[in-house]
Every structure is written in C-alpha cells, then in structure tokens.
C-alpha cells in the first residue's frame, strides 16, 4: 500500500517539487534579466532624449518635411519622441526575449526561434509600407498639380488613382512577404489590377474616340501647316 | 589632350589649350563682348556684326575681345561667328579700325547659360578686362548702340553692373512684372525693373567677384544666372544702373517648354537666392530708382490674343482641385478668399496686389520651411498665376503703356508693404528653435 502511495502521489509530487526547485533559479534569472533591461530601456531613452535635444532632430525632421509625413500618417507625438519610445520598446524587447530564454522551457525556445526567424519580415513589411505611403503622396501630387496645369477637369480622380495604385501595390508587396495568402493577394491584385486597366483602356478607347481623332488630326495639321497661336501673351 | 587647368584651384574653369594661346597672345583687353550660344546660326551673325559695329563705332581707342561660349552646336554657329566679317564703310561714314579679337570656344561644364558665362568670366579674368557686356546670340533687334549703352556707363562712370531696360508690350513678360521685379525691388531695395533681362554689362571687377562663387555645378549654371548675376551684384554693394536699350526682338524661347517648368525656373532660383541673402533682405526697407541711361521712349501698342477664359478655368480648376494643399500652404483667410474669387464671372474678376504679394510670399516660405518637394509647391503657384494675369489684363486692356506702368508701380508698392508679412513668417521657425534653445539652457 506504501508503494503503491509513494509512486502513485508522492513521487511525482516529489518529481514536480524537484523541477520547481530546478525552476526557480531560472525563473529567478529571468526576473532579474527582465528587470535589468526595464532599467537599461529606460536609461537609453533618457539618453536618447537628451542626445536628440542637443542634435535638434525635431527641427532637422520638420525642415526634410518627415513630421508632416508623420502627422499625415496619424502620429501625434513628435519624431524624437517617437523615435525614443520605439528604442525603448526595441530594448525591451530584447530583454524580455532573454528573460524568456533564461527560463529554459523548450516550447518557449522553439517559439521565439521562429519569431526571430519571422522578424526580418515584419521589418522588411514596414519599411516596404512606409516606403509606399511615402511615393503614393509624392507621385499623386506630381500628377494632381501636372493634370491641374493642363487643365484637365476632374484631376481629383487621377490623384486618387494614381495614390489607390501604389497603396494597393505597397500592400500587397508587403503581404507577400509577410506570407500571408501569398498565392491568393498576388492572383486577387492581378485580376483588380488587369481588370482595372483593361476598364480604362476600353473607357478611353470608347469615349475618347473622337477627341483621339481630333488629337491626332491636329497633330498632323500642325506638322504640314502651322496654326495661328490662340493666346499671344509672352511669360518670359 | 587640348585641355588644361587655367588656375589650379578647384573654382577654376577648363578651358581649351588654344583659347590659353589666345590669351597669352592678347596678353590684356579694355573691353570683352560675350555671346553665349547652342544652335542659334540664323541670327548669331547679325549680332556679331552689331558688336563689332558697335566696338568699332564707340570704342576704337580701346583693345576689344568677342567670345563665343557655344553649348555645342550642331547647326554651324561657331563657323558663323568665324566667318563673319563687317563691311564697316558701309556702315559707318568715317571710323577708325580698332584692336577687335575674336575667341571662339564651347565651353566645359553642365549644359545652360550658366556655364557659358562662366568660360566668359573666366577669360575677362584672365585678360584683365576693364569691362564686359553680355548679349543673346537669338536677338534679332539688336544694334550697336546697344554695345555702347551697356559698356559706357562701366568705363566712363564707375559702374559695375549695368541692367537692361528694354521696351515690351504691355502682356510681354508676365512672370517679370506679376513676380521677379515686384520681389526682387522688395526684397533688395533697388528698382531694377528687367532683372532677368538676359543682355547685361559689368565691371571686370564683377566679373571676377562672380567667378569666386561656388554655384558652378547647381541651377545657376543651367537657367538661373540671369537672376543670380542681377541679385548677386545688389545684395553685395556693387554699383548698379539700368540701360534703355529700345525693343528686344529675338526668337521664342523653347516654345515647348510649358508654363509651370518656367515659373519652377524663375521662382526657384529667386527663393534659392532668398536663402543665401536673408542677412541682406530683411533690413531692407523701401526701394530706391536706379540711374537710368539711354532715351527711354514708348510707342503705340499693338493688340494681341489672350485667352482669357482659359485662364480663368484654369484658376478655378487649380483653387477646386488643390484646395488642399494650398491649405498647407497658405492662411486661412487667403485660401477663404481664392475660394470666394473663384466663383466670381469674369466681368467681377479682380485679384488685389496685397494678396497676390502675400501668396507670393507665402509660397517662398513654403519652400523655405521645405512644407513639401519644392518642385511641387512652386508648379502648384501656376493657376494662381495666371489667376492675377487674368486679372491684370481684364484690368489693364484698355491702358497705355505709361498706365500699365503705373499700375505695376501699385502692385510694387503692394510687395514692400507686405514685406513685414514675408519676415514675419520667414524667420518665425529660426525664432521658435532660438526660443526653445534659450529654454532649454545649456
């Protein structure tokens, strides 16, 4: 009866007691490792603050306009602040990830393998994003004020196209590499893509017939016999 | 290898082994007559003929040298320059044959006008010149006096840079009159009412000064010398006068080159200028006439087509469609008011000059504070353009050209007066960093 109790409840009672013993000096480690970093994250930020004070980087940032992309992008707060918090939570993050390896657990190990083994692509993701975001508004300005100074009407539109266009593009570059439905983005923006060009191009093609025909008469009238100038006022 | 360094600095030009030989040969000249050139062998002859003429006419006592900087032509403008000769008894009943030189070169650097004046500075340096005249190899309006009225005032009076004035109709030149003269007379104090004239005379002293600048391998060197020679001799002391030299006939400037990349030019180089001279602007108050010389005279004008309804539309489309980013830009009550004028018909159009200045200005902070690309801020300017063009033509069709001038005079007076306005907000950002910097201690 003795036996069976000691190895049905007090051994792994025991065993369990023993790990917990061979635990704690680990569990204790990663409290200390998680504790140094929130101290050293602090620090550098405290650091930092002062050190981007003194290179003035919020002026340097508002002058190369990257506030403005910033605020534009829905971020409050100002550049050295953003970059501080997003060193802080950098260190922070290396230390929690040691603290994790500190305590030895094979499920966790694997997991954070395959985090870091994850990361260059969330990374690669971001900047792909913040790349993105920032030539959709540069591009679709440069044809907003190009249509605008040809006097197109609706000029709104191509804006709006040209802006959707590379956002769309950007996304999906980034899904791919995140690999999420990296077969399904890559068809969907295929079809909307090609689907969407093909509508212009039978758009134009029909509605613009006439105006093509004028374009290109005008053109050849104008290379044979030159037209009389319809607005005689000199710029220069 | 036909080339080697004149000076072993850096700012030093390149220039070919037989314009040195030339040099060395002149050893000095009094007077250097530049024509800067790229495919203009229709017309640069009847100018080589008319600096010759005039060199011949008004300076014979003097040692004289024309220099062709060419851009490399294809169509045979530096033969044509060569070639041509003047039969001077049939131009003039009694001369004396002077010490005339000519030196043909392309020049070395960044395609532009620029470049081009630079090799001419380079050789006035090295020959020592007294003084120097600049002239458009496309103007076919030209004539001899035009040598003298530009040279005179440098050699007989003291002068170091000598402005054309020149006599337009009264829509010739919109970008001048709306922008360049108005801030240009704000901003430096000096009404120099052609500054990017593009035929100027100046000292050999000038000459030299300009060469000591490093702006060889930006804009300058492309499209903005005319401005930047005008403002760099203001900004820095020289003396300066102004040159009636009658109409300036010459070819169309590129005529594929559209409206906004023009305005980029100009504006462009004016902020750019704006940057490097603040120190100088903004203690500047008023303006003051500057010596004129010549027979300033007007003729009757001949009316021209304008489109105006197309610039009207044009307008409206620009304050509809980038609304938002003049909002950026602009004040609030500026863009209430482009919203309230461009509901307005044609016949109640009228764009006042302290708003216009103060878009104008406006604008030059924009790209001051670098709000955006500076390309897009200053094409964006183009339906506000012609926005006040329009209403300077609904204003002024009826007018003289005495009463054109007049009213440019008002739109002048308009830039000085918002002048506070453009400091205000230039130097608001360097205030707020000098106060926070302050604040913060050491």
Redesign the interface.
Known sequence: MQGVFDKIIAEPFRDLFQRMIEFLPNLLSSIIVLGIGLIIAWAVKVLLQKLL?IF?ID?VC????LT?ILQKGGFKDSPSNLICKGIYGIVLVIFVIMALYSLKIDAIENLIEKFFLYLPNIFVAIILIIFGYVLSN?FS??V??????R?I?H??IL?TTVKVAIMVLTITMALEQLGIGKDTVIIAFSIIFGGAVFAVSLAFGLAGKEIAKEFLEKRIKRDSEPEE???????? | MAESKVKETNKSVVLRKEVQEKIAELKEADILVGIPSYNNAKTIGHVVKAVQAGLTKYFPDYKSVLVNSDGGSVDGTMDVVKNTTLDLDSILLQHRVGSFHKIVTPYQGIPGKGSAFRTIFEIAKELNVKACAVVDADLRSITPEWIELLVRPVLDAGYDYVAPYYHRHKYDGTITNTIVYPITRALYGKRIRQPIGGDFGFSGKLAAFYLTKDVWDTDVARYGIDIWMTTTAVANGFKICQAFLGAKIHDPKDPGADLSSMLHQVVNSVVNLMEEYEHVWKNVNGSEAVPTFGFVYTVGLEPIKVNLDGMLDKFRLGVKELGRMYESILPGELMWFLGSLAEKDKEDFHFPDNVWAEIIYSFAVACHKKLMSTGHIIKSLTPLYLGKVASFVIETWESTADEVEQRLEQLCLAFEKEKTYLIDRWFEAEETEKGDNENKGP
Do not use: M, W
């Open positions: 004070q003035n002026n508002k002058r190369v306009g403005d540069f300005r440069a907003l004020i190009a249509a605008v100074n006097g009407k000029s709104g804006y100038p319809e607005d005689e006022l000199k710029h220069l």
